[in-house]
T-cell receptor, first 113, second 115 residues
Framework: NAGVTQTPKFRVLKTGQSMTLLCAQDMNHEYMYWYRQDPGMGLRLIHYSVGEGTTAKGEVPDGYNVSRLKKQNFLLGLESAAPSQTSVYFC????????????FGPGTRLTVL | AQSVAQPEDQVNVAEGNPLTVKCTYSVSGNPYLFWYVQYPNRGLQFLLKYITGDNLVKGSYGFEAEFNKSQTSFHLKKPSALVSDSALYFCAVRVASGGSYIPTFGRGTSLIVHP
């Protein structure tokens, strides 16, 4: 049981390049989330999904797109990276129900030059 | 709307002393409250949660938290701090019903335990 995994762990992009971050979970969770963590800002929700084939915007969705084609995977895309997107990105998942805790991946450290 | 405040960016405590990390919340309705810990270069790990019942909740690594409805607080506590407790701690809240299942996180409190 690997829990929540994220690929890649580190990435350096140039401004304008695109990339996709992959999140996978093997716990059969319905809900999945993408956050970014910046110093002094805590965790900010980018997008989330409440089930396969559904996605919704979070607090800071601009510049990002997501897809949830399979229940176990949640992809985060940057179409045209900007230096402001330099951050640590975390994926999380949880069971249905607001009383259930989230399980987090180890993070992806992204630098945009 | 729901929100969480962690009023201290950093808490310093000596090893062996009790520690408290503060959290206050605001929700329209009953809350579900969570504490997570983040060690350096790692993802967040669940520590404990309050759903209903006893106001004192016990969690992992000897941590506990007290739910106080009148003060809308959910402070994290440990009777005797360890150097290994040094980490970033996040409080989170969700409304129990009638709202989004998406939690709101505080900005985090850095706990530093000195030997």
């Amino acid at each position: 049981n690997a829990g929540v995994t994220q690929t890649p762990k580190f990435r350096v992009l140039k401004t304008g390049q695109s990339m996709t971050l992959l999140c996978a979970q093997d716990m059969n969770h319905e809900y999945m989330y993408w956050y970014r963590q910046d110093p002094g800002m805590g965790l900010r929700l980018i997008h989330y999904s409440v089930g396969e084939g559904t996605t919704a915007k979070g607090e800071v969705p601009d510049g990002y797109n997501v897809s949830r084609l399979k229940k176990q995977n949640f992809l985060l895309g940057l179409e045209s990276a900007a230096p402001s997107q330099t951050s640590v990105y975390f994926c999380a998942s949880s069971y249905v129900g607001s009383y259930n805790e989230q399980f987090f991946g180890p993070g992806t450290r992204l630098t945009v030059l | 709307a729901q929100s969480v405040a962690q009023p201290e960016d950093q808490v310093n405590v000596a090893e062996g002393n009790p520690l408290t990390v503060k959290c206050t919340y605001s929700v329209s309705g009953n809350p579900y409250l969570f504490w997570y810990v983040q060690y350096p270069n790692r993802g967040l790990q669940f520590l404990l949660k309050y759903i209903t019942g006893d106001n004192l909740v016990k969690g992992s690594y000897g941590f506990e938290a007290e739910f106080n409805k009148s003060q809308t607080s959910f402070h994290l506590k440990k009777p005797s701090a360890l150097v290994s407790d040094s980490a970033l701690y996040f409080c989170a809240v969700r409304v129990a019903s009638g709202g989004s299942y998406i939690p709101t996180f505080g900005r985090g409190t850095s706990l530093i335990v000195h030997p």
